[in-house]
């Protein structure tokens, strides 16, 4: 259930230093980063960190990616090698969160991490995500504003629907540029692996870190938590690959040529441009899980670069 709503304040360096000292004192503040909009809070603060939990009615087990400002502050946290320190410095501030074992001086709680020996790390590039992680000067938990399960929000008014007065201030800045979660990148182990495609593609990646393991998205126990087969969830099904649509059907087309005979159709991209697409997927998920309809079709989106990602997360919330 949501309540009332909470305080939304457009980015400001007053609103962002306001986030900041929220955080310090252990509530939770909404903020946009390039990709989704994040539910922070001090990660070093095991009541802040359960809040968050309890926020999202998220199963425990379920790890955080911690948000810093540069990779100084993430050496403190995690242990880098020669792979880890390679993608840091061409994708970083950027939307690549990496697996690495805690150090044994991480000062982040151990339920941020859900007890695992390792850490997800990220540094954001979004200027107001940026400012906020500077100011707040402690590594910033952050999983998506969403409610378990829903899809990721790409916009103030998504997190308000979502979570209501469960956070203590959203920082507006408009919608996200990306619009789909970093990319996960596993480098706890000799064999790097993805655990979650994002924009920065395996294609980015292999050239520095070496061949990737076959990953694990489709195992029905994945080595991330977060990475269950059925997520991303709209409440009505949601089916793939559709060649023609119902009439009680709602139609999430995509490209020049939308089918025709939807109850509603929401268009991804019609110029069927794929980074477009990405940025209006969970907007347009959200907009067509309505109730009056029997499902939701969606058009083929091509699989190659972020198209991957749209699909992997198209594949989880089909899952039933
Ligand atoms: O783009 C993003 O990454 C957004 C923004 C807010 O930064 N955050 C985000 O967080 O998507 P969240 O909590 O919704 O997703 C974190 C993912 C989950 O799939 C989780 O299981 C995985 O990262 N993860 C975190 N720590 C992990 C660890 N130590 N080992 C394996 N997977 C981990
Ligand atoms: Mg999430």
């Known amino acids: 259930m949501t309540g009332p709503c909470p305080p939304i304040k457009t980015a400001t360096s007053e609103t962002i230093a306001e986030a900041a000292r929220l955080i310090r004192a252990g509530r939770l503040v909404a903020f946009p980063t390039e990709t989704v909009y994040g539910l922070s809070a001090d990660a070093t603060n095991g009541e802040a960190v359960a809040a968050i939990f309890a926020a999202k009615g998220r199963p425990e087990f379920n790890p955080l990616i911690i948000h810093l400002a540069g990779i100084l502050d993430a050496e403190k946290l995690v242990q880098f090698d020669d792979r880890a320190r390679a993608v840091a410095a061409a994708f970083w501030p950027g939307p690549l969160s990496l697996i690495l074992p805690r150090t044994e001086t991480c000062p982040v709680n151990l339920l941020a991490g859900a007890g695992l020996q390792t850490l997800a790390v990220r540094v954001p590039a ?10 707040a000067a402690t590594p910033i938990a952050a999983p998506s504003a969403n409610r378990s399960g829903e899809v990721s929000p790409t916009s103030a008014a998504h997190v308000v629907a979502s979570l209501g007065d469960a956070v203590d201030l959203i920082v507006d800045d408009g919608p996200c540029e990306i619009g789909l979660e970093s990319t996960v990148l596993d480098l706890s182990q000799p064999e790097p692996m993805i655990l979650r495609p994002g924009v920065i593609s395996e294609d980015d990646l292999e050239p520095l870190v070496g061949k990737l393991a076959t990953s694990e998205a489709q195992s029905a126990a994945p080595r991330s938590p977060g990475l269950l087969l059925r997520h991303y969830a709209t ?80 594949q989880r919330a089909a899952h039933t």
């Open 126 to 135: 979004h200027p107001t995500a940026q400012a906020l992680v500077k100011a």
């Open 235 to 314: 409440r009505i099904p949601l089916r793939m690959m559709a060649s023609a649509v119902a009439e009680n059907e709602a139609l999430l087309a995509f490209g020049p040529d939308p089918l025709k005979g939807a109850r509603f159709t929401e268009n991804l991209s019609s110029l069927g441009d794929i980074f477009e697409a990405a940025s209006n997927l969970f907007a347009m998920m959200r907009i067509l899980d309505r109730p009056d309809c029997a499902g939701i079709a969606v058009m083929p989106v091509p699989d190659n670069g972020i198209g991957r990602a749209i699909n992997d997360r198209l």
